[in-house]
């Protein structure tokens, strides 16, 4: 996804953004979408203003990408070097300035990695979608051959990465004595009912996530799985993060433990609005002991995560996981099939 590096990026940040049908579907979205980012540059300007005056997630992002590509120089010889090139869905880089460099290289393979350990069709999916048009316009002749980690919900290191996470909090945290009282609140970006109920793959995938990190810890503590960042009127998935610290305040409870648990990297879904925002929230409750697990960013298990999935797909040579290929069952999307068929055609041979 991205985000704006400096407070004059926002605006371009939100057009872009709320243009994407595939992550916020609007009525009259080319007129709508214009119209409502310029109606909330101002708010999320000063949000921005409050985590230091921009994104940290390109940053974040290319220091994964450098870890990575050592990592698979060291674990894969046989196909190295090997070079990362960010493709944001919002700001840039975009995939048509990756995809324009990675020609100007001479790339021939490459495997498109996406930080969203689950797949949704808002997010990974409408990233691949931008990434097949930018192919289409910029490699034709189809000169590089691709594969596709579309997820990795319950992929081993990354699980033993969360919960290594929430045991250093737990431990920093809280006295013994609290502790295995202490609520796990295990936080991800909503999305719409009407994406929900077309059958995307999210909600199931972010709860395989959630319960196979309890399971690594042993479920000492009680869970609960919340949803954060919608926006407008319409009907998002719940429960609300806000209103579940808000339950548990009126309820006595002190002890709560906020989880990123979709997120890989810290930006204004974490710094803002989990720490700042909830965290206002938490201490209008009477939670005293609200805190937040801190983001993977460059944990060295975390890129050892990234690696063995990139490993994992350069010895098999697979073009996508069997998810990719299954639509969901009401969708109505036209650039969805095109982009699956593209991606499940594509062969990588080394």
Not at 11 to 38: T, V
Not at 77 to 91: D, L, M, Q, T
Not at 289 to 306: A, H, M, T, W
Request: charged share 20%; proline share 8%; with cysteine.
């Amino acid at each position: 996804m991205g985000g704006p590096k400096t407070l004059p990026d926002v605006e371009s940040f939100l057009s872009n953004l709320f243009a994407d049908g595939d992550l916020i579907p609007l009525p009259f979205q080319r007129f709508l979408a214009p119209w409502i980012a310029k109606r909330r540059v101002p708010k999320i300007q000063d949000q921005y203003a409050k985590i230091g005056g921009g994104s940290p997630i390109h940053h974040w992002t290319q220091r994964q990408g450098v870890l990575l590509e050592q990592m698979l120089d060291q674990m894969c010889p046989e196909s190295a070097p090997h070079k990362h090139y960010i493709a944001f869905r919002y700001v840039e880089p975009l995939s048509t300035t990756a995809v324009s460099q990675m020609k100007a290289d001479g790339v021939k393979r490459a495997i498109a990695l996406t930080l969203y350990p689950q797949y949704s069709c808002s997010t990974t999916g409408s990233s691949l979608n931008d990434l097949v048009r930018s192919l289409n316009k910029h490699d034709p002749e189809q000169s590089i051959q691709w594969s596709v980690i579309d997820r990795y919900p319950t992929q081993p290191l990354l699980i033993e990465a969360f919960a290594r996470h929430i045991e250093l909090s737990l431990e920093r945290e809280y006295p013994a004595s609290e502790r295995d009282d202490v609520a796990i609140l295990f936080s991800a970006h909503s999305l719409p009912m009407s994406v929900v109920n077309r059958g995307d793959p999210y909600p199931p995938e972010v709860a395989a996530t959630v319960y196979a990190v309890m399971d690594r810890l042993g479920h000492r503590n009680p869970y609960r799985l919340v949803w954060q960042s919608q926006v407008g009127p319409s009907a998002w998935l719940g429960p609300k993060t806000e209103d579940v610290i808000k339950g548990y305040g009126k309820q006595g409870k002190k002890n709560l433990l906020v989880v990123p648990i979709a997120f890989v990297s810290d930006h204004i879904e974490t710094l803002f609005e989990l720490d700042l925002e909830y965290g206002h929230v938490a201490k209008e409750a009477g939670i005293t002991g609200y805190k937040r697990v801190e983001s993977l960013n460059d944990d060295p298990l975390f890129i050892q995560c990234l690696a063995e999935v990139v490993r994992s797909r350069i010895d098999s040579g697979a073009s996508c996981s069997n998810q990719l290929p299954l639509r969901c069952p009401s969708c109505t999307s036209a650039k969805c099939g095109p982009t699956k068929e593209f991606f499940s055609r594509q062969s990588l041979e080394w």
